[in-house]
């Protein structure tokens, strides 16, 4: 039989925090067009399970041209951009064979579309580093950057031209933003086109968006749509979010151990008292943070213990005291529906739950509920 491991990905899910997402921005801002972020194989997820339980959403965005062909194949017919844009002249003819959207953060990007020839306009969204040190132009460039993408657009190069920003901290310091808005607002305003600024945090920001004013805004939510928070101090739960990913394994071994007697490699946990302890299938080779430390959250036949010693390649220890009964065979759920969220394990891991999801590994078999042809 294969091994025991599983990560079982909800689509539900994902369309019931699609769902959740999109009325709380419309509310403040009717009429938002909203991106279902799905970078990094749909944050682990899986391209086919984003695009399906993102259906309703106004638009895709993503890095990668091969999953934006995939979301082609798998037939997403409604927008898709590209968050990085385009990296040479080449890339311009799958732009156009795929009817994709570019952001457009460097004046290179711009000399390569000054000199291409494109049968088709193409809508670009033209970055600003408001203070994010990343992508984008800086302010004292932006307007003059922003000029010549207009005059591509005269030129029938670029359809629809936006302004883009992103934010650096938005899930924990809201002087920092209102700075980065600050500076957003200054140096656009006057300028033609489009709006989009908030990412998972500023998007569940009541008000927010409100302050950029009433022109059309575009939004683009990311690790909330899978049930996780972008917010260190607020649950998932508290924003009415489902996990659309639940990774989950079973004890294959069980055993006493004896006061004194060291656990794993490097001896990490001793055995403070006699007490019995399981092996779970499943380890730092699946995805799982080597870094967790003895103490993190773990359930056991429904019910929650913690992690022990040092994660192995391909197995960890779990503390059974609280589950006598638990023999090998029991459940484990690592992080997801029936156990601790995905944003606990990374709490405890000195980490985000961000990287947990991206991090899971190919070699883990993926389930993905309803199954193709189920209701």
């Known amino acids: 039989m294969p091994r025991p491991i599983l990560a079982t990905i909800d689509t539900h899910a994902l369309a019931d925090n699609l769902g959740a997402v999109s009325e709380f921005a419309r509310a403040t801002l009717p009429g938002v067009f909203v991106w279902a972020v799905i970078k990094a194989r749909g944050y682990g997820h899986g391209i086919e399970a984003a695009v399906r339980g993102f259906a309703q959403a106004d638009g895709l965005a993503l890095l990668d041209f091969d999953e934006a062909v995939q979301c082609r194949t798998l037939g997403w017919r409604k927008p898709i951009l590209l968050l990085e844009g385009f990296f040479e002249p080449a890339d311009l003819a799958l732009v156009q064979a795929y009817e994709l959207a570019i952001v457009v953060h460097c004046a290179e990007q711009l000399d390569m579309l000054e000199s291409a020839t494109l049968g088709r306009p193409v809508d670009a969204w033209v970055k600003l580093n408001s203070g994010m040190h990343r992508l984008g132009f800086q302010p004292a460039e932006y307007r003059r950057q922003y000029a010549r993408a207009l005059a591509l657009q005269a030129g029938g190069c670029l359809g629809q031209v936006g302004k883009m920003t992103h934010?650096?901290?938005?899930?924990?310091?809201?002087g920092t933003t209102r700075a980065q808005l600050d500076c957003f607002r200054s140096i656009t305003q006057g300028l033609p086109g489009p709006v989009s600024v908030c990412n998972s945090a500023a998007t569940l920001t009541a008000g927010l968006s409100r302050t950029l004013g009433d022109g059309p805004q575009a939004v683009r939510p990311g690790v909330c749509l899978y049930g996780a928070s972008p917010f260190p101090a607020k649950t998932a739960a508290e924003l009415h979010l489902r996990p659309a990913m639940t990774l989950a394994s079973v004890l294959i071994s069980t055993h006493r151990m004896q006061a004194g007697d060291g656990l794993g490699y490097g001896h990490a946990y001793r055995a403070p008292h006699?007490?019995?302890?399981?092996?779970v299938a499943c380890g730092y080779a699946d995805g799982y943070p080597r870094h967790a430390p003895t103490g993190t959250p773990v359930q056991v036949a429904g019910v929650r213990t913690r992690l022990l010693g040092t994660v192995s390649m391909d197995m960890l220890a779990v503390d059974l005291e609280p589950v006598p009964q638990a023999g090998p065979g029991a459940p484990v759920v690592l992080w997801g529906e029936g156990g601790p969220s995905v944003n606990e394990v990374a709490a405890a891991s000195a980490t985000i739950g961000y990287e947990?999801?991206?991090?899971?590994?190919p070699r883990v078999p993926r389930r993905i509920l309803p199954a193709v042809g189920s209701g």
């Open 167 to 174: 934010f650096a901290r938005a899930d924990d310091d809201p």
């Open 274 to 279: 006699d007490m019995r302890v399981g092996i």
């Open 356 to 361: 947990l999801l991206t991090a899971l590994a």
